[in-house]
């Protein structure tokens, strides 16, 4: 029994030191795409640095105020990230991906048939540390022609 724990205590040693370790910077954008799902606009917010600014003169309050506005205006919304490329360094990350949005727009004053069902959008990101956590300097984002 004994020669049995210490082999199962050895396994799971070995399986623990195989993990990868977590990029910190991939796991900063599942919170935000996790924050975005739960239409929690002011948790999406609190990833943005105080020094933000969108690619057209935004800063975080204007980012802010379109979080709110946009994610208030579906009752459900489910994102997919793919082809996403990171290159990190120690205090700078730059991430770029798509995000495959799908959701169902509230159904206010004809809103649901303004609002697409589905989009795609290609992102670009910096983001740096700050003070232990990585947070998003600018952003710049596009819609991407849907393939039928």
């Known amino acids: ?3 049995f724990l210490r082999t199962a205590a050895a396994l799971l040693l070995l399986a623990s ?7 910190p910077v991939r796991e900063t954008l599942k ?6 799902e739960a239409r929690d606009a002011g948790a999406v917010a609190g990833y943005l640095s105080a020094s933000f600014r969108d690619a057209e003169g935004g800063n975080k309050a ?3 105020d379109l979080l709110r506005r946009t994610l208030a205006a579906y009752e459900s919304i489910s994102l997919s990230l793919s082809d996403e490329v990171i290159a990190k360094g120690p205090e700078a990350a730059n991430a770029t991906f798509k995000v495959r949005m799908s959701g169902k727009p509230r159904a206010v004053a004809g809103l649901e048939g303004f609002l697409p069902r589905m ?3 290609r992102f670009e990101l910096r983001l740096e540390l700050e003070k232990g956590s990585w ?3 600018s ?4 819609r991407l022609e849907e393939s039928l």
């Open 31 to 36: 919170r935000v795409v996790a924050s975005a």
């Open 1 to 3: 029994m004994l020669r």
């Open 119 to 121: 989009s795609t959008w």
């Open 62 to 64: 204007d980012a802010a």
């Open 139 to 142: 952003a710049a984002w596009r």
């Open 17 to 23: 030191c195989s993990r990868e370790p977590r990029d």
């Open 135 to 137: 947070r998003i300097t």
